[in-house]
């Protein structure tokens, strides 16, 4: 990893070239039209041809010969099971098969949503109001490649692993460090096994981590463009990226960097604009596309932060003061979207029936220590994630120095967790045993990448302290020593 | 006697443990590359490709009702609409992408003596007397049962 300039561009470029495809293909599908392929062969391109800045990279000494040629010879192995696994069969795994594989079935018969099975209401449709960027991108692939759609999952997979190896690079400034953070996140058993959930299961699971994944990458390298890309793509992902993005958004106004905040703001508001009437149209198909709602939303949403954020310079508020006003601000920046989609006839999608009893939150208070219990079983206890979460518990240890660097990207875990809880306190499920085992894994599995990133990065912080603390003993004088 | 380690030498060696701690973690994922990466993942394929997409999803203790998938797969055109009623969770979920292009359409939207829906002729069987009536597929949540309408 000595020259990394090519990787970071391909992934800037990559990840650009999708979100204008994202962009572009949803505004095509409002305005009734078909999503031609040739769209995403030139949105890549158009995202690889752009000369993007990419800042030097920290000098390291290069990682030993034979760890990088025996990690990156694994990874490739594991990248070969993956493309197997993707291209060998249809999706093998239960949500895989019945919705986001037969939504792609539906978009490669015709790239439009004017169609009976996502027009009319008395068709099966199963999971009708997911976003659909996924299956978009699985059918203009199979339209590009001859019916290998599923190339998709071993690219993400791909570009998972550039986007933890370029920014753990970054982060540490130690090549050996990056390259084991690198493999160690992409062979976690829940990520890379056959299992529901899987990079190749055809779920959304893969794909929104490595939303969450360049969010926290974002964050680390205070890089607004990945933030900018990280919450677009979240929210034209799954259902909880629309909540994801809008608490990068909130971690974003703590670190009183108006780039950053931008950059998550745009990205989130922006992919709002695109899908939620998409998705009023599916689920309401009388309802219409028109976006007009969600415009004022979203612009009132923009101007709340911005007038925010103007306040809080004013004010001079410390780290201490924005985290206050930001908890403020967050169930605002969750929950606003969400409720103003339901509010606007979107009723009846899965995020919506979540705010459809609020009471639900209170009648189900008492279970709350269960279903902690049951996020640090299976985050810790199950073998599904190894030892991903304990990571950064057992670098708190070491880490005395807190940085900046990791505050945000602590917070965004921190935000992430929380958010994780909410599905079983505001859900319709009463079975909350089953809904743990069914939901807990593929929700922890979003937050792998952040989780890996900080655990990581604060290794290499313990490790860079313990060499300054160690400089003295190196430098002192003979005399001294004796 | 030997001196107790001092705060520095102790923040340093504290650094080790997050370090220990990936390591095990990739040793774990390294561990299950050849059994569960690879080995696993081959042996779905395999089941899948011997079994069929019906008999790998409905073919199994858990979910039965690929015999209904198939009887579709064989005798109703790809343009045609398949009603169904009954319970929407459980097998009937696999039934959409099983039989696609034909579209599963909800019985109740469906006039009783209706030949078609918006255009696509309804499933039909032949029955002993002769005569073909609409198939009706019905989710029982583990199973799938083929009715007439």
């Known amino acids: 990893m000595s020259s990394l300039s090519w990787a970071e561009r391909l992934l800037l470029g990559s990840l650009a ?54 990690l990156g010879l694994v990874l490739v192995a594991a990248l070969v099971a993956i493309a197997h696994g993707a291209l060998a069969t249809p999706s093998r795994h239960w949500d895989g098969a019945v919705a986001w594989d037969t939504t792609a079935r539906f ?25 659909l960027l996924q299956p978009l991108l699985v059918a203009t692939l199979e339209r590009l490649c001859g019916g290998a759609g599923r190339l998709l999952f071993p690219g993400l997979f791909a570009l998972l692993a550039l986007l933890v ?82 608490a990068a958004t909130a971690v974003a106004f703590c670190t009183a960097e108006r780039r950053l905040l931008c950059g998550a703001a745009a990205g989130w508001l922006l992919g709002a604009v695109a899908w939620l009437p998409l998705q009023r149209g599916l689920l309401q198909p009388e309802a219409g596309t028109s976006c007009g709602w969600f415009v004022v939303a979203a612009g009132g949403i923009g101007a709340l932060l911005a007038c925010a954020d103007a306040l809080a310079r004013r004010a001079a508020l410390g780290p201490r003061g924005r985290l206050a006003a930001a908890a403020v601000l967050l169930p605002v920046l969750l929950l606003a979207l969400p409720l103003v989609a339901s509010g606007v006839g979107a009723s009846g999608g899965a995020m919506q029936s979540y705010l459809a009893e609020p009471g639900r939150l209170l009648q189900r208070s008492a279970r ?110 003979p005399e001294a020593q004796r | 006697m030997p001196a107790a380690a001092s705060p520095s030498r102790l923040s340093r060696g504290l650094w080790l443990l997050p370090v220990v701690a990936l390591l095990v973690h990739l040793g774990l994922g390294l561990a299950r590359v050849p059994g569960v990466v690879f080995g696993r993942r081959w042996s779905d394929i395999d089941d899948y490709r011997a079994r069929g997409a019906a008999g790998y999803f409905l073919g199994g203790p858990a979910l039965r009702g690929a015999e209904v998938v198939q009887w579709i797969l064989a005798n109703v055109p790809a343009d045609a609409a398949v009603l169904f009623r009954g319970e929407t969770n459980g097998a009937l979920e696999f039934v959409p992408g099983l039989i696609a292009p ?48």
């Open chain 1, 165 to 246: 190896g370029t920014t753990l690079r970054r982060a540490t400034a130690n090549a050996s460090l990056a390259w084991l953070g690198t493999a160690a996140t992409m062979l976690t058993p829940m990520l890379v096994n056959p299992t529901s959930g899987g990079i190749d299961s055809g779920y959304g699971e893969g794909f929104l981590l490595l939303c969450t994944t360049a969010i926290a990458a974002g964050f680390v390298q205070k890089d607004a463009r990945l933030l900018l890309l990280g919450t677009l793509l979240a929210v034209l992902v799954k259902p909880e990226g629309i909540v994801y993005a809008g």
């Open chain 1, 368 to 477: 709350l220590p269960a279903i902690v219990v049951g996020v640090l079983h299976y985050a810790l206890f199950r073998g599904g994630f190894g030892l991903a979460y304990w990571l950064p518990l057992v670098a708190l240890f070491g880490a005395w120095s807190r940085r900046a660097s990791f505050a945000a990207l602590g917070l965004f875990v921190l935000a992430g967790l929380g958010i994780v809880v909410m599905p079983f306190l505001m859900g319709q499920e009463t079975d909350l045993q089953h809904q743990l085992r069914s939901s807990m894994p593929r929700l922890l599995l979003h937050w792998l990448g952040p989780t890996m990133l900080l655990g990581v990065t604060m290794l290499g912080q313990c490790r860079e302290r313990s060499s300054t603390e160690a400089q003295p003993h190196r430098g002192a004088s």
């Open chain 2, 102 to 149: 034909r579209l599963l359409v909800r019985e109740q939207a469906v006039a009783a003596d209706a030949r078609e829906h918006r255009g696509r002729p309804l499933a039909r069987r032949t029955e002993a007397d002769g005569q073909q009536r609409p198939v009706v597929v019905v989710g029982l949540v583990d199973d799938l049962r083929l009715e007439v309408r």
């Open chain 1, 107 to 131: 978009l490669v018969a015709a790239p439009t949503l004017e169609q009976p099975y996502f027009r009319d209401a008395a068709v099966f449709a199963h999971s009708r109001d997911y976003p």
């Open chain 1, 17 to 70: 070239g999708i979100a204008l495809f994202a962009v572009a293909a949803h505004a095509l599908l409002a305005l009734s039209l078909a999503v031609p392929a040739h769209l995403l062969t030139g949105s890549l391109l158009l995202g690889l041809l752009v000369p993007w800045r990419i800042p030097a990279m920290p000098a390291a000494a290069p990682a030993p010969r034979w760890l990088a040629s025996a």
